[in-house]
C-alpha cells in the first residue's frame, strides 16, 4: 500500500546514545517533514526538507539531524540521547503544501529515553 | 507569535447528536486552516482544509467546517455523531508565505457515548 512508511514503531534508547528513525515514501511526494507529539503540545517541527539535497529546520531542531539523500527517503537522526527526547515522532510527506489531501502521516514511532 | 487553539481538551457527545470541536487562530493575513483527526497509536489522518472561497468547506467522515475571519476561528461540526468519531482532532494552521509549515493546536479528545 502506498504511503509513509516509519521503523521502528519503538524504541527505547539510554541517555547518550545515537540512533536513526526511518521515513520511506512511495509517492513521489516533494515534501516531507518530521513532528513530535507531546501530551498537552500538540505536534511540532522538527526538520523539513521541500525535495531531495534540501533541509530545513523547524521550529524544535536542536538535537536532531536529517538528510534527503533521495526524494523517498528522509531520516532523523538522534545524535545524543536525552530524556527530553523522549516523545511520539511522526514523518509526514504531500506533493506541496497546499496538496488538496493535505499530508499523510506515517503511523509513528514511540522513544523513550532513559 | 502565531499560533492555534483549541480552548478544549475534551469534548463528550451523545451518539445522534451535533457535534462542534472548537479551533481558533492567530496569524496575520489569509492563511490555510486543516483539520486532523488521529486514532489510537495511528498517524494523523486529513479530514478536510480551507484554502478560500465558500465558509463552509465538507471534508470526509460527514466532517464539516465553518471558517470565519472575523472571530479567526476554524470550527469543526458533523451533524451526527457516532460512535467510531471518538479520537484526538487536531486543528492546524499554514501561515502565509510559510509555505512548508503547519503549526497545530494541542488537539481536542472526541468521546462520543453510545
Known amino acids: 500500500n502506498a504511503g509513509v512508511t516509519q521503523t521502528p514503531k519503538f524504541q527505547v534508547l539510554k541517555t547518550g546514545q545515537s540512533m536513526t528513525l526511518q521515513c520511506a515514501q512511495d509517492?513521489?511526494?516533494?515534501?516531507m517533514s518530521w513532528y513530535r507529539q507531546d501530551p498537552g503540545m500538540g505536534l511540532r517541527l522538527i526538520h523539513y526538507?521541500?525535495?531531495?539535497?534540501?533541509?530545513d529546520q523547524g521550529e524544535v531542531p536542536n538535537g536532531y539531524n536529517v538528510s534527503r539523500s533521495t526524494t523517498e527517503d528522509f531520516p532523523l537522526r538522534l545524535l545524543s540521547a536525552a530524556p527530553s527526547q523522549t516523545s511520539v515522532y511522526f514523518c509526514?510527506?504531500?506533493?506541496?503544501?497546499?496538496?488538496?489531501?493535505?499530508?499523510?502521516f506515517g503511523s509513528g514511532t514511540r522513544l523513550t529515553v532513559v | 507569535a502565531q499560533s492555534v487553539a483549541q480552548p478544549e481538551d475534551q469534548v463528550n457527545v451523545a451518539e445522534g447528536n451535533p457535534l462542534t470541536v472548537k479551533c481558533t487562530y492567530s496569524v496575520s493575513g489569509n492563511p490555510y486552516l486543516f483539520w486532523y483527526v488521529q486514532y489510537p497509536n495511528r498517524g494523523l489522518q486529513f479530514l478536510l482544509k480551507y484554502i478560500t472561497g465558500d465558509n463552509l468547506v465538507k471534508g470526509s467522515y460527514g466532517f464539516e467546517a465553518e471558517f470565519n475571519k472575523s472571530q479567526t476561528s476554524f470550527h469543526l461540526k458533523k451533524p451526527s455523531a457516532l460512535v467510531s468519531d471518538s479520537a484526538l482532532y487536531f486543528c492546524?494552521?499554514?501561515?502565509?508565505?510559510?509555505?512548508?509549515?503547519?503549526?497545530f493546536g494541542t488537539g481536542t479528545l472526541l468521546a462520543v457515548q453510545p
Open positions: 492546524a494552521v499554514r501561515p502565509p508565505r510559510a509555505t512548508n509549515k503547519l503549526i
Open positions: 509526514a510527506s504531500s506533493y506541496g503544501a497546499t496538496d488538496n489531501y493535505g499530508y499523510t
Open positions: 509517492m513521489n511526494h516533494e515534501y
Open positions: 526538507s521541500v525535495g531531495a539535497g534540501i533541509t
